[in-house]
């Protein structure tokens, strides 16, 4: 207790004294001329955040020129006119010199510290997402990914993830880091079907279920049999089996398509007709699609796309309705 009344009483002191050489600079003469030579700081300890500046204040008994000088300029750097600059955490001390007298004052620069909103998290191929973190000094932050083929990430902190994998996004400032890590799911695909039955001309649009953002890749085995457009649209061509294919990100899923034959038939097999009669003989088609007419013999008989048949001249003629190659067959007699 005697020793902190002591230390009280020799801070008073000096500020007395302090005060007196401001009020009476004439007493700096009479102080030095007895050998007291002391100095006086505003502060003798101080925190800063880097990038913090700070004048320090001093005041000396004697008329010297007051110096300043920093233990370590790496972390707190002091001008001649003892203006501080915090550079990095750590500690220093600023020497404060006038003539003979001289006094210290700590410095000590905070770590900058990162405030990360999400340390983990999880995406799906393609997604984006947006960093949130913010620096206890305000700079500005950096970003930097581990991986960028999996997750890469601009200045602003926006995340993209590029495939399945583990990436670690570091963020750092004023020699502080902070890692958020990122894991990119594996893509799962799927369609919504696995079996379709289409006569020709039969059209469908297969839709494909995945996690992934990256746009599917389509493909068919035999597009002679079925074809398939970049959104999945499948049209059939001709009777037969194909396998439709849609990739994502490497990941593949398939989806068989069969095309029946239809059956087509006449309601007659056999006709007479006069030279010069008309008649309409429609074709039966299960596949709803309209059938191609056409005549074995046009010099006794014509037929037209709608199945008109004209008798030309006598004999013999046979009609044709065909539809994906399949035929069905009348016989025309003309007298």
Sequence with gaps: MKTNHKLRLQAVMLVLCMVSMLLFPGNREDIS?????????GVYEKSLEVGDEFCISAVASNRNKIT?????????????????????????????KAGKAQARCRII???TRIDVKQKNISMDNGDIFQLKAVASTGHALTYKSSKKSIASVDEKGLVTAKKPGEATITISVDGTSEICKIKVRETRVKLDRTK????????????????????PKWKSNKSSVATVDNKGNVTAVKHGTATITVTVDGIRATCEIMVKQPKVSFEQSELSLKQGEKICLKAKVSSGNEPMYSSSNT???????????????????????????IKAKVIIHVK
């Design 196 to 215: 379709v039955t289409l006569y020709r001309k039969g059209e469908i649009t297969l839709s494909v279920l995945t996690n992934s953002k990256t746009e």
């Design 299 to 325: 010099t006794v008989a014509t037929v037209d796309e709608e199945g008109n048949i004209y008798a030309c001249g006598r004999g013999k003629a046979y009609i044709y309705a065909n539809e994906d190659g």
């Design 33 to 41: 001329a007895k050998g007291i030579d002391f100095l006086i700081l």
């Design 68 to 96: 300043f000088r920093s233990s370590n300029s790496k972390v707190a750097s002091v001008s001649t006119y003892g203006q501080i600059i915090a550079k990095k955490p750590g500690e220093a001390k600023i020497t404060v």
């Design 109 to 111: 620069v905070k770590k």
